[in-house]
């Protein structure tokens, strides 16, 4: 199952570890705070789970938002980096 | 056509801009630096050419992603604020 998450979290500490287990788990880092990637079921249970126990904070919100590999394609993105940062990670 | 639009912008100035550009295109906030909604193909372009004019420092990056609609009905929404964040508008 393909899944972008997105996130907002204040504390630098745990911002960080989010972004780790998301790493973890497989993900692939699109920008500071966004990640993508193909989860079975049981890494899928285990990002809900890692999430719920993580994000916490009282402005903190994280979205697990299922993505159809075609819509991925489909993706604009613009940088200014002129080299493009797509040179990240990406699929 | 249903749109996911996050972004990484370091300058505050633009970064609110861009929030604001965002909005007055009928998009809805979800995070801080993240909006969905569903866009003509007149809007669209408006969208598209506006990102591009306004994201141009270095380090930043905008990601416009196509997004079916029950894909974002499936979406799993966590958050730290017991009233829960999904008050912010959203579809």
Known sequence: MWVLVVYDISENDKRNKVARELQRLGLSRIQRSAFVGDLDPQRYKDLVRICEKLVNG???I???IPLGL???ERRVVISGDSDGREAVPLL
């Open 58 to 60: 009282k402005e903190d």
């Open 62 to 64: 994280l979205h697990i």
């Open 70 to 72: 075609r819509d991925w």
